[in-house]
């Protein structure tokens, strides 16, 4: 996608507004669970517990990301339902 400079310009307010509605989607979150990374799990053959099996972390971190796309998904609807209204969402507030 190659937009010149004044184009790539016209998008910064609406992707600030996506990122602030995205950040209070997130805020209302009670359990947003991150991703796992250890390796070590997948590396120690020892482990055989059912918490750290590789197709356990593979479908929970498959379960985050779904969560994750999700979020981002309702902040673009509400971004759009807010663009087609004209509302402002400086602070927080809708006005």
């Known amino acids: 996608m190659n937009l010149k400079k004044n184009e790539a310009d016209e998008h910064l307010p609406r992707r600030s507004r996506l990122h602030e509605i995205l950040i209070a989607l997130i805020k209302q979150q009670k359990d947003l669970e991150l991703m796992d990374d250890d390796v070590q799990f997948f590396?120690?053959?020892?482990?055989?517990?059912?918490?750290?099996?590789?197709?356990?972390?593979?479908?929970?971190?498959?379960?985050?990301?779904?969560?994750?796309?999700?979020?981002?998904?309702?902040?673009?609807?509400?971004?759009?339902?807010?663009?087609?209204?004209?509302?402002?969402?400086?602070?927080?507030?809708?006005?």
């Open 43 to 95: 590396e120690n053959p020892t482990n055989h517990s059912e918490k750290y099996h590789p197709s356990k972390i593979v479908e929970r971190n498959q379960r985050i990301i779904k969560k994750y796309q999700s979020l981002v998904r309702s902040a673009i609807a509400l971004d759009a339902l807010l663009e087609s209204e004209d509302y402002d969402i400086s602070d927080g507030r809708i006005s």
